[in-house]
């Protein structure tokens, strides 16, 4: 099941509330609290575009960065197993771990879009 709205290259994930029998979700990749609600899907989607459109005017109003900023780095759990051979597959490249990962990175989301 996706649970993802997506407007303007902004995600929404979306979850139900069975008390209250409404769709509510949240704006993400963005440094602030943006919330949206509906009680049927069409709804949902409404305010979903129109929390963006909001965010993105209130944005250009404050002169604010819209999308959250990111530094580069992040840490990756994974499997001791896996990161032996991510290791040793980057040894053996003549690469760094990181130039190997990040290779990874690009080449499963250039797969994917």
Sequence with gaps: MNNKL???EFIG????ASDDEVFYGKVEGIND?????GS???DLKKAFQESVDEYIELCK???????RSFKG???VRVKPELHARAYQNALIQGKTLNQFV???IELKLNTVN
């Design 102 to 104: 990040q290779e990874a």
């Design 40 to 42: 049927t899907v069409i």
């Design 73 to 75: 780095s992040f840490n």
């Design 13 to 16: 994930t979306v979850s139900f």
């Design 33 to 37: 609290l943006v919330t949206f609600e």
């Design 6 to 8: 997506t407007y303007k």
């Design 61 to 67: 109003d404050l002169g604010k960065d819209i999308n």
